[in-house]
């Protein structure tokens, strides 16, 4: 490393960073005389004379980093080269997981960069799609990149000017898409969809019995809160680790295809209500994470009205649909909840994590969860202190999040997100046509999806011909797993599966890779195919 | 932007990526013939072709962060170009933060990069000096480039195979120097100290009332919680989040130099009992924020067991001295704790935010967090799936904070961590020497500081022949906000101040940053008395 070859400008050409190692013509024809020399961590800034070490040395981590970026695009490249954890923890061909007391060198240090990429998992690449978060943008990454060297805090105007108004110019402007009059509310970029929708029964039962924040759980009565049994399992998380108990999350059943019946949520207030207990807290789901179902959001706005419940919108992974007027509808009502997650990671394409918790009524965040420590909020600050965020927040620093989905706003615009939005759903509705009559697939549920997505099972021929019962039940069961297996560990696509209520392990195809084209998903179901045929 | 300038060769010498608008040579010889184009996001990859595009932006983006890490280190370069928040919402010569509808050049996205960091704070300068967290390290910041170019999540093994390893080394590692026999016990990496804190408390209610996971607090008789009146408000921000109440945390009393006493927290204990409620968790700061106090751990878990009281240590700050042979006697019996928080992006100098939560029993995590989504933790993947980390996490999606604490491991080895440390620790005594009996300077509390926190009050000489009284309070209180205030627009310094209990504002010096030497700790008495003298 960091060897000068003597032939820049020819070498130039090819990598943009001129360095011994990376340079062919030098491997050929190696400059006589010139040793390469081992490099430190001290040989870069902030030591002396160590600008230029510091300028290569980042510059062969962006050389890795960008034909990493070029080869996900690829579609030869493999999703991922599968290991076990026995197999990388034993170590692999010079990449040694392990830490010692002694350092190693940089030269090393880039080793174990590229090596560390090898092995992992390449989330960008066309035939992703095993998450809801999927997909590599070159310009949200360019954001994290300036966010990483920047490396600040959100928690107050002081030392995040920029970044600090950037979310409430952005935040704004959800809750403008929402449908909140002038965009006015509050809200806050956290963690992820877990802790947003974490805070939003915070928040709730601060609105109901604030008393609870000074003397616990003791002040209020038994408080019961409602969500489908399709909907995320951080609301159950949160009613754990709040102090409501699991048992006082009551779920709520849902049609065929995922969506709350509101006749059940109304019959069960009733009932908690006759039992003496306090209904609190509704969360309507927009985009379920297995079968992507929407909850009818005014049906159960109506009844939260009637009974004065608070009705939080998880919409983690729908509420990007609002970004569409194509289909921004089937979240119709949203403008009526107290509360909305929201992530912008998920559908929207924005790199991990870009998660936010929307808020109607203004001032109950800060209620919530103020404690005003005098060594960071300072009253006596020579600016507008109202910039200073972070009491609001259940965490203290907290990471910047905001400038990548800024920065991607910027250069797709509005209308870029709605593009994308509408042709990730035009390739469900895609893949759906192609594989709802067609032999060996057979659909979870029979209508249309409403997000991208697509649940399925794939029937090997062995069991085409079966009756229907508990022996065919158990073989297809196992074969989503065993096909998933394969594909890993041939590296050529990933997609997840899980089993649901009474129902099998089922693939579940979801879109929100912006790399994604018809042809990958012909891949995908003819790779299904390929792989559980003879099964 | 893009325009090849037609003397690559040349301009590469000087940038090391070679674009028509960085180059001065093409500057001042524009090549004729060639008109600059307008690139768009949709120039980029994924789209056809995209790959030149993609390269030369990124490498674009590279050339700004570069060049911002390498005035960052200069002194010449002020630490921030301040502005009230109006004027950057009215807009600054081209840098508009409001989001639009149709999307700006890829020309434009560079631009606003390069605004948003001319406009933020530089917090790797050597004389940044505001938070715990201080620095930029080159290799931390190597990683997080590639933790966002890997763009995963850390909830199960199947998408990140390697950092998910690379956790739970490091965590094992962390649990050693703890000194928790062979490293055995549990953690995770959570987004900051204040949910590594939360986390603590959900585990100690865990361990003693399982049942409140179901039933809620209802179920559990009242529980009480300890913290020194010194520690940090996420203590407070737990107590009333997971529906204790802040009245049922109970704060201790300190000594003179911010350290709890032992005495206090056994009487208070007593007194609890004799109420009938039942004392739970004692957390016990090592490296309190403002003073850098460190309490007296064996005293606190002498007490701890005799009342089987769950004993939590928050060295979120003062973690990092476990890493100094000369140091780490100040956290002695840290390894009688059940619970340790500890952020490396403190002490340590990772880049934000990397923050661990250890736990000496294996499977309370686990226990305590854990609801089993069957879509993401399924029991059948072909790996041994106790590698799926996700459901220990009160979050779903996890951020990478892992590898960037990793890679500066690996180039630093243990060693560097305490060089780094003990060094910070010497700067401090050096102004704590300096300052201790210079005029002007009155030390907060008398002893020496135990982390790199140093106390003090600069006394301007209006208010020297001053006798002790209101007046001389009241206007004292003014004048760090006052001198904190002209820093900040000449942009020369930047450090910390609060009031504390009955004493009035006063400065509190951290120091973190590698970059600072005995000429920083030196410009900033000056700069102190410089700015203060006229006051």
Chains 1, 2 share one sequence.
């Not at 390469?36 to 961590?41: A, E, I, S, Y």
């Not at 040989?43 to 160590?50: E, H, T, Y």
């Not at 992530?343 to 800060?366: F, T, Y």
């Amino acid at each position: 490393m960091f060897l000068d070859c003597g032939m820049k400008p020819e070498c130039l050409e090819r990598t943009h960073a001129c360095t011994g190692r990376t340079c062919k013509l030098h491997a050929e024809r190696p400059r006589p005389g010139i040793e390469p020399r081992t490099f430190l961590l001290q040989d870069l800034l902030p030591s002396k004379n160590g600008e230029e070490t510091t300028l290569q040395f980042l510059l062969e981590v962006v050389e890795i980093l960008t034909s990493y970026v070029r080869k996900t695009f690829d579609r030869s490249t493999k999703v991922l080269d599968f290991h076990h954890p026995h197999q990388l923890l034993e170590g692999m061909e010079g990449f040694n997981l392990e830490l010692s007391d002694q350092p190693e060198s940089l030269e090393q240090i880039l080793v174990d960069c590229r090596d560390t990429l090898k092995y992992g998992v390449r989330t960008g690449h066309p035939r992703f799609f095993n998450q809801l978060s999927t997909g590599l943008d070159i310009v949200g990454l360019a954001g994290e990149w300036l966010t990483s060297t920047a490396n600040t805090n959100m928690f107050t105007y002081e030392i995040a000017p920029v970044f600090v108004l950037m979310e409430q110019l952005t935040l704004k402007k959800m809750r403008e898409i929402i449908g909140w009059p002038n965009g006015e509310g509050d809200g806050i970029f956290s963690p992820g969809g877990a802790i947003s929708n974490m805070y939003s029964v915070m928040i709730a039962r601060y609105k109901s019995f604030p008393e609870v924040k000074t003397k616990g759980m003791a002040a209020a009565p038994r408080l019961v809160l409602f969500t489908s049994e399709h909907s995320h399992y951080s609301i159950k998380k949160a009613s754990a680790a709040l102090g409501f108990g699991t048992e006082n999350l009551i779920l709520l059943k849902t049609d065929e295809r995922g969506r709350v019946i509101p006749a059940d949520l109304e019959a069960k207030v009733i009932e908690v209500k006759q039992k003496g207990y306090v209904p609190m807290f509704v969360n309507a789901t927009a985009g379920t994470t297995v079968y992507g179902a929407f909850d009818p959001i005014n049906e159960i706005a109506d009844i939260c009205e009637k009974y004065n419940i608070w009705l939080h919108v998880d919409g983690a992974w729908g509420g990007g649909l609002l970004m569409s007027r194509k289909h921004r509808h089937k979240l119709n009502g949203v403008e009526r909840a107290n509360s909305v997650t929201w992530n912008p990671h998920k559908m929207m394409g924005v790199p991990l994590q870009c998660s936010a918790i929307l808020v109607r009524e203004r001032g109950l965040l800060q209620g919530c969860n103020s404690m005003c420590a005098g060594y960071l909020f300072q009253p006596d600050k020579q600016y507008d202190v109202t910039y200073d965020t972070g009491d609001k927040a259940i965490q203290c620093g907290r990471h910047v999040d905001i400038f990548k989905f800024w920065l991607m706003w910027k250069a797709k615009g509005t209308v870029g997100f709605e593009q994308h939005i509408d042709k990730c759903l035009d390739l469900s509705a895609y893949l759906y046509d192609k594989i709802k009559n067609r032999e060996g697939f057979e659909m979870v549920f029979k209508s249309e999806p409403q997000h991208t997505n697509v649940c399925f099972w794939y029937i090997p021929p062995s069991l085409r011909g079966m009756p229907d019962g508990k022996e065919k039940r158990e073989r297809l069961h196992k074969v989503a797993p065993k096909i998933k297996a394969m594909m890993m560990e041939s590296g050529t696509t990933m997609v997840g599966y899980q089993p649901q209520g009474d129902k099998v392990n089922f693939f579940r195809m979801v879109i929100s890779n912006p790399a994604a084209t018809r042809s990958d998903i012909d891949f995908l179901v003819e790779e299904i195919e390929r792989l559980g045929h003879e099964l």
